[in-house]
């Protein structure tokens, strides 16, 4: 495997592993299987969410996916055609591909800055209908960074350069970005931190937690009653964050740690996938409640943000006594 110099990449570097033209229908199939699981990400989330730029950039990425896959899907079954004056062989695809790898392998860090700004600003607000400049705002933002990142990646002189090289020798490497491994490992990072923090919490309210069916959702109640102290009480909401997470993403988390100690280079049209983003998701509003805690208001609405994970259980002190209190609406100012 060789690395691809990048002087003017402060956000990334490249690897290349060489793959044969020939592996069209191979890269055909794998993203099919990409484009299939994004659509059945999107298509089991809830979908009384608020809006945020986050969902509005899985959506525009899985659309992209599936651009891609047509793409492929038509190049490889016609093989060699012309298009208003534009002849496309299979060397397209692997052009489109490495493209498309190169823009996915900036994006991870522009997209989780954007996001946890959006969370941070939002996820105290009162609840209410997204307006329609909001909404526009999102999508504007969303286009703007595809934009960006594409003419970014095409003015890197290294990258062209490397581009024209295989146009000549007609080779065609797909690049890995380290970007996604540095995201995985921070993650992990701070999920083991508060792990060893938290961990006596954690056995003690594993212990106590019941499963229960409230207002006809399946829910955890974790049921011993807060303490005053703002210290405590804190560190008991990191607490709960931690284990609404893993009761969610367990499995995820544990792929990325198999993934990091296996050493395994995924190629980066890959690795950004709408599970990811949705993985990265629920962590940044964690980090965004546990940040902006003293701000957040319990009232209806308020736990809409994520499309996987129900936050509302880590805010409200249930206990055997005040379940029937809880479904009420009201307002009650986090310490």
């Avoid at 059945?40 to 899985?58: A, T």
């Avoid at 961990?199 to 011993?224: A, D, G, K, P, Q």
């Avoid at 367990?250 to 100690?261: D, K």
């Amino acid at each position: 495997m060789a690395a691809m110099s990048c002087a003017n990449c402060s956000l990334h570097y490249y690897s290349q592993l060489n793959q044969p033209l020939e592996a069209s229908c191979m890269l055909l199939l794998i993203m099919l299987g990409k484009v299939s699981l994004n659509l059945f990400m999107l298509g089991v989330r809830r979908w009384d969410v608020k809006q945020s730029f986050m969902g509005y950039f899985c959506i525009s990425l899985a659309l992209l996916d599936f651009t891609l896959l047509v793409n492929i899907a038509f190049i490889s079954y016609f093989e060699d055609f012309a298009v208003w004056g534009v002849r496309f062989t299979k060397y397209h695809i692997c052009l489109f591909t490495q493209i498309i790898s190169l823009m996915y392998g900036v994006l991870h860090y522009p997209v989780c800055l954007v996001s946890v700004l959006d969370y941070y600003m939002t996820i105290a607000q009162t609840p209410k209908p997204v307006s329609i400049g909001q909404r526009l705002l999102y999508i504007l933002a969303v286009i703007f960074m595809w934009i960006s990142v594409l003419f970014y990646i095409l003015k890197v002189p290294a990258v062209s350069a490397e581009l024209e090289i295989q146009n000549h020798f007609f080779t065609c490497p797909f690049y890995i970005s380290v970007q996604s491994y540095r995201l995985s490992l921070a993650i992990l990072f701070v999920i083991g931190v508060a792990l060893v923090i938290c961990w006596s919490e954690v056995v003690t309210m594993v212990r106590s937690v019941r499963i229960i069916s409230f207002t006809s959702v399946t829910v955890l109640i974790f049921s011993y009653a807060s303490d005053c102290d703002c210290t405590v009480r804190k560190k008991q909401l990191l607490t709960r964050l931690l284990i609404c997470f893993l009761g969610t993403w367990t499995p995820f988390v544990f792929l990325q740690m198999i993934i990091l100690l296996l050493g395994a280079q995924i190629p980066a049209y890959m690795e950004m996938n709408v599970p990811w983003l949705y993985f990265i998701n629920s962590f940044l509003i964690a980090t965004a409640y546990w940040f902006r805690c003293h701000d957040i208001q319990l009232t209806a609405g308020m736990w809409s943000a994520d499309p996987f994970v129900s936050w509302k259980f880590c805010f409200i002190p249930f206990n055997n006594q005040n379940t029937e209190q809880a479904e009420k609406p009201g307002t009650v100012i986090i310490c």
